[in-house]
């Protein structure tokens, strides 16, 4: 049984190839899936009045009213898959990190590389038109494989 981390981009969370290689990944293994939701974050903190921000690391989340927001759409992402893949063998998680009583939005694509180390297989998947760059940013993560659908 090895340890696997998956880590999908929000805008794949539905696809059936997606949910086909979840399912089959954890018949067997330990899987630890990070749910992502870029592209339905930044639309939630539009419609909610926000600017959107970047740094290096990702998207800059400040206000309590934009970690609420965030935090509301990645709970919702982590339902969607756990009602599509119901596994014991699955763990799913956001990625939000908690330092005391800080949380922390980091980028999931982030959250896999501080993750590296613990595990045997690593899998992001995207949407085809982003693979050139997710492999880019991947390049020094030799366990890493993006794979685009």
């Given at each position: 049984m090895k340890d696997i981390l998956i880590k999908a981009s929000g805008d794949v969370l539905n696809n059936e190839k997606f949910i086909k290689f979840v399912n089959e990944k954890a018949k067997q293994n330990k899987v630890v899936a990070i749910c992502?939701?870029?592209t339905q974050i930044s639309e939630a903190l539009i419609k909610?009045?926000?600017k959107i921000k970047y740094d290096a690391l990702g998207r800059i989340v400040r206000t309590q009213g934009e970690k609420r927001i965030v935090k509301k759409v990645l709970e919702k992402?982590?339902?969607t898959l756990n009602k599509i893949i119901n596994s014991?063998?699955?763990n799913?998680?956001?990625p939000i990190l908690k330092a005391g009583t800080v949380e922390a939005h980091i980028n999931g694509d982030n959250l896999v590389k501080a993750y590296y180390l613990g595990f045997d297989m690593i899998y992001v998947f995207t949407l085809r038109n982003?693979?050139?760059r997710k492999k880019e940013s991947f390049k020094n993560y030799p366990k890493v494989k993006v794979l685009g659908i």
């Open positions: 992502g939701g870029g909610a009045g926000y992402q982590k339902r014991k063998n699955l799913i998680v956001i982003r693979v050139t």
